[in-house]
């Protein structure tokens, strides 16, 4: 059951990220989050094949996928927040992400040994250096991504506007405490069935993304909706 929902997360992933970009392709608020829709599908793929194929390749790269999922979330944060590309920051973001993509692929980097391998990428074995400082990254990405929207929303003027930030900062707070949750808390009681459930938290996220989009023209969009 839980593999078919990982499916159907991967479909609406794709889904929402084709239909923002149609809409504007040259907003760049549009390709930033249709870029994150991409890279939250594949992401959400890698986690379903470590319930196919539990293998180390596929661990790593829920990793790897994962760090990419959430250096493009902070650009994506930057850009809706402050509306402007900061190429300081977006170097600066990228540059960390590709790291540690690069770097969750290195034996040792994410766990020195491998025992046993669940869906959702998490493991039993023994950790690697990498994994306590993709922990800390994650930690600060959620920090910044939950300061900007909070911020954002307390700034803004326009009430669409200032709601739309509103279910974005809701949806983003769901969607990162069910990751840290199953990610790094659960693991560290020996519970790894749920581990599957990060992906399916993004689910959360989409939902509150949809509604901001056809009920508050987040991305000013214009919708019939039915």
Known sequence: MLKLILLLVIFLDLFLGFFVISENRKSWNNRLFSLLSFFSA????TNYM?????TVFWLESTY????????????????????ILDTK???????IAVSLFVSSYL??????????????????????????????????AVVVILYKLLFAWKQEINR?????????????????????????IFPLFHIFTLSGLDSIGFLIFL???????TKHHLFNIKIIAT
């Open 50 to 54: 470590t319930g196919v194929y539990p």
């Open 160 to 184: 669409e506007t200032k709601i739309g930030f509103l279910y974005v900062f809701y949806g983003a707070l769901a969607t990162l405490v069910i990751s840290f949750l199953t990610s790094f």
């Open 107 to 140: 034996e040792g980097f994410i766990a020195k040994k491998y025992e046993k391998i669940y869906l959702g990428g998490a493991f039993v074995g023994e950790s690697g250096f990498g994994l306590i400082v993709y922990t800390l990254l994650f930690l600060t």
């Open 64 to 83: 790897a996928i994962g760090s990419l999922v959430l250096g493009t979330g902070l650009v994506w944060v930057f850009f809706l927040v402050d509306k």
């Open 207 to 213: 939902s509150f993304i949809a509604y901001a989009i």
């Open 42 to 45: 594949i992401w959400t793929f």
């Open 89 to 95: 920051k977006i170097f600066i973001v990228s540059l």
